[in-house]
């Protein structure tokens, strides 16, 4: 186009400066809640503060508290929750009214190379290199001291009453643990962490800057730097290009743009990455992620259309199969010269005490975790980490495995099964000589006798008579001796309550087929928990037993001395049972017998707690001092079910005098348990 100059002539030729007086000072501040037209310029700014490194600015501005539209109750109540009543310098309101906001500033582009400040003065256009772009939002961190305000108001209150927090803590051992050396790896995980970065950006001190308005002197003196002081040609060589320069300034050849694979959090798996690996890397690397699964999910997770034969024989090599599924093998999560990162334990150790746990779960469904802490004596966390792998945490029954038994797979792969036991019997001997046990030290003990005697009803009935004729001689001069020395009175008592039904205290069939001393379960006369005076009168093995509990305890309710009493037949030792058909009231009546009373706790009528846990009993004697102190506290819960400390002491000084602290300290420690500010009689606080 021959004419295409004249069409478009040229108005006007400008010079343009670069101005480098400036250059790495100038930010541009931005407003983004507000209008351009509601400036901030003639509001009175309080105070200013930089971090240079992170280009992070904060500014205090005055609230014009005067204004129409300023509520003077609202700002008042704001201080109040954020300082409280105490007067203090540090208090974030002096005036006691929320007087100022706090404006903080996010960078708005990281890249700054393209932006720039420009002031057009006398045909000439001066251009300034902008350091950042920083927008200021109000900042509300008052709210958040507000709220640790209110959480240290309710800790206090809820902490105020408890003596626990007052008495001396118990010395307890430490284990002293040394750093192993930081690996390079770790190091630069630990640099990139979110965590690090936050450290580092507080390590950075404010600089505390003075502000000056528009039209104050100094900011006129100031934006005279926006000029280029020198005009001279040779000195603004930046912008004095040649025409090919210029041109590939305005278009940059074009380069091969590097493809950079997106980094996700280390514990991420891509599935769409996944699907460009190799199948056996596909299977480990899923195997280390989800530690244990059936093969059904395995193939649910690899793409469409994979055979399951390769499959099989790539998940043979990174895992083995327990109770018919897949468990990642230890030495792919563990590899050779890498440490634990709870303890510093080396690889080898860990695979081998993970693999007794393992190979503890091809046994049986669950379990004890202080029972494989005893055999491959590890760090607490190495073995708890060990059985969240594969197990998860039942109550009263240690860890059950976390999978059901894949019967199906099993089934359908017999050869594979096969093959990965005898893989497990090798395992299995390599770790009888490292831990030194037998297979047999933990299977289920069985007796000798497998299949359980069954006597019938006549049968029992005959034996019962041959017992009574065998003892009725000595029964008759036992009770003809009473009858001289003392009257008997035998209390009769209702069959049909639910409250005498006999707890089972028997041994399973497993371990006996008949109990010490009873036939079928029943007690008989030679058992040594058989009165032959009175079949319901407590043992003195049980009266042994309710008083060492409630010296240990000092009140109990029946649920829980039912609980207590479990445990100690279950600690007994295989083969002595003394206790056999011990009922509820029979617990009650050596409760009686061994100077312990009930108290007449008054629970509200919504409580949940079930009748067992309603009846409470408290030691009443001891022979010490101190027993008087324990009978007013049982007198003080006979009328509330809950009390506060300052009642007891109370209470306490009006009896007794005053009572130390030491005393009421004592008391409830044996007696109570706090919660909220409140106190409670063991076991009657409502979960």
Known sequence: MASGDDDDPIIEEIDVYLAKSLADKLYLFQYPVRPSTMTYDDVDHLTAKIKPKQQRVELEMAINTMSPNYCRSKGEQIALNVDGTAFDEANTYSAK????????????????????????????????????????RPSFSYLDKADNKTREREAANEGGDSSQDEAEEEAKAITVR??????????????QSYEFLQKKQAEEPWV??????????????????????????????????????????????????????????????????????????????????????????????????TDSTSVLRCIQQVALLVQGNWVVKSDVLYPKNTFSPHSGVPAEVLCRGRDFVMWRFTLERSVMRKEIASIIKLPPEDVKEFLEHVATPRINRGWEFLLPTDVDFI????????????????????????FNFVKEDFMPKTSPQSEPVHISGEQRLKMAQERAQENQSSLQKDLDARRAGSSIHIKQEPLSDKEYEPMDTSSPPCSSSIPNGS???????TSPSFDHTNGNTPSL????????????????????????????LASMPAGRKVFHSISDHMLQDAMLLCNCKQIMVPFPAQSTAAPDE????????????????????????????????????ARLAQEFGDASKADIDRLLKECCISHAGMWYLKGTIQS
Not at 179 to 191: D, K, L, T, V
Not at 244 to 249: D, G, H, S
């Open 614 to 649: 309603q009846k409470v009993f408290g030691l009443w004697e001891t022979g010490e001092d101190f027993d008087k102190h324990r009978r007013l506290l049982y007198d003080v819960f006979t009328k509330n079910y809950r009390v506060r400390r300052n009642i007891i002491q």
């Open 519 to 525: 036939v079928n379960g029943y007690p008989s006369a």
């Open 208 to 305: 505390h800057l003075h502000y000056h308005g528009v039209k104050d002197g100094r900011s006129e003196h100031e934006r005279q730097y926006l000029f280029c002081q020198s005009v001279d040609a040779s000195e603004n060589s930046e912008l004095v290009k040649t025409p090919k320069e210029y041109l590939a300034m305005l278009m940059p050849p074009l380069a091969e743009e590097k493809v950079v694979k997106p980094v996700g959090p280390s514990n991420v798996l891509s599935m769409a990455q996944l699907r460009t690996l190799p199948l056996g890397e596909q299977v480990k690397t899923l195997m280390k992620n989800v530690k244990a699964m059936p093969f059904a999910n395995l193939m649910g997770l690899l793409a469409s259309g």
């Open 97 to 136: 009214m929320m007087d100022k906001q706090t404006f903080s500033s996010i960078q708005a582009t990281t890249n700054t190379s393209r932006y720039a400040a420009a002031v057009f003065r006398k045909g000439e256009l001066h251009v300034t290199p902008l350091t950042g772009i920083l927008q200021m």
């Open 178 to 191: 040394f750093a192993r050396p930081e690996s390079e790896q770790a190091r630069q995980r630990r640099i």
């Open 411 to 434: 089934k359908k792969h017999p050869d594979v099964a096969h093959r990965q036991h005898m893989l497990w019997l090798g395992i299995q001997s390599k770790l009888e000589k490292v």
């Open 541 to 568: 093995e049980l009266q042994d037993f309710v008083i060492k509990t409630f010296r240990k305890h000092f009140v109990l309710t029946l649920n829980e001395l039912k609980r207590l009493f479990n445990l100690h």
